[in-house]
């Protein structure tokens, strides 16, 4: 689990937070269109966030915000310590050396492939776990990793860990709240920065602090008016913690789309991350 990359205009994405913060707020004060009863039977109306053409999408979403790029796959390669507490963070989702799942990566690239590059840093990977440390991983793990990017097993490794860990089960977990497409990735990007944990920021304790506000229409609520309580728990989550606090990703691309009534997520999406503008066509 991660947030945005500490790329080299990551300073200037920090100081524009109080800029972003005002037009949040502007937009926070425009009323949101009135829940659309139709709304209800979304999910059954869209194509599901697991179809290949919609999974780019989200993948390129979640770049954005990740990466600054929608090129997602020269993600593979991606390593560095951004600072947040988390120690490495690498690859097309952000896997860090402290939560685990970037020792879980690499147990499945090893246990496919054995005598890799990476192999070799599993002990290491096991002691850092749950710390920022980088004791037994310098210097040259960062190196490796780039040079592992290069094998289409480890590719491979990093798509079935993103599936089963994140994309799967929030994909899963919308569908059985009857969401449709926009709201499947909702919750893909939540699990994304947030895991899935019993900690009161993770996925699941973001979407329990929905549910005290408002139904998903598999309990017979509103789709957009449950997205807009979804999305508020997200915001309140990201902001508990400093590396997390620009909710961007949220102001100015999903409540974008949701304030169109782009439930099914389909192009043309317009969207910015950071005060940086995207398009998919």
């Known amino acids: 689990m991660t947030h945005h990359s500490g790329d080299p205009v990551r300073s200037t994405r920090l100081a524009r937070r109080t800029v972003l913060a005002a037009a949040a707020a502007s937009l926070a004060a425009v009323p949101l269109l009135r829940p659309s009863h139709a709304s209800a039977s979304a ?6 966030l697991d ?4 999974k780019e999408i989200a993948m390129k979403l979640v770049s954005s915000a990740e990466n600054s790029s929608l090129d997602w796959k020269a993600q593979y390669k991606y390593i560095e310590d951004i600072g947040d507490g988390r120690g490495y963070t690498a690859g097309i989702i952000g896997f860090c050396s402290g939560t685990g799942d970037m020792l879980d990566l690499v147990q499945l690239y090893t246990d496919r492939k054995p005598g890799n590059v990476l192999a070799k840093y599993l002990p290491a990977l096991r002691s850092v776990n749950g710390t920022d440390s980088h004791d037994g991983l310098d210097p040259g793990f960062p190196r490796d990793w780039a040079k592992a990017a290069q094998d289409g097993a480890f590719q491979q490794a990093q798509n079935d860990e993103r599936d089963r860990v994140y994309f799967n089960p929030a994909v899963s977990q919308g569908k059985s709240d009857r969401l449709g497409t926009l709201g499947q990735f909702a919750y893909y990007d939540a699990i994304v920065m947030h895991g899935d944990g019993d ?7 973001i979407r329990k602090r929905a549910l005290n506000k408002a139904k998903p229409p598999a309990q017979g609520g509103d789709e957009t008016t449950y997205l807009n309580a979804f999305l508020d728990a997200r915001v ?3 902001k508990q913690e400093e590396a997390h606090s620009d909710t961007s990703r949220v102001d100015t691309e999903q409540r974008v789309f949701l304030r169109n009534g782009n439930l099914c997520l389909n192009t043309p999406l317009n969207w910015k991350v950071y005060g940086d503008s995207y398009h998919i066509g």
């Open 43 to 48: 999910a059954a109306a869209c194509t599901p």
């Open 51 to 54: 179809d290949a053409a919609k």
């Open 199 to 205: 900690d009161p920021t993770s996925f699941r304790n």
């Open 236 to 238: 309140w989550a990201m």
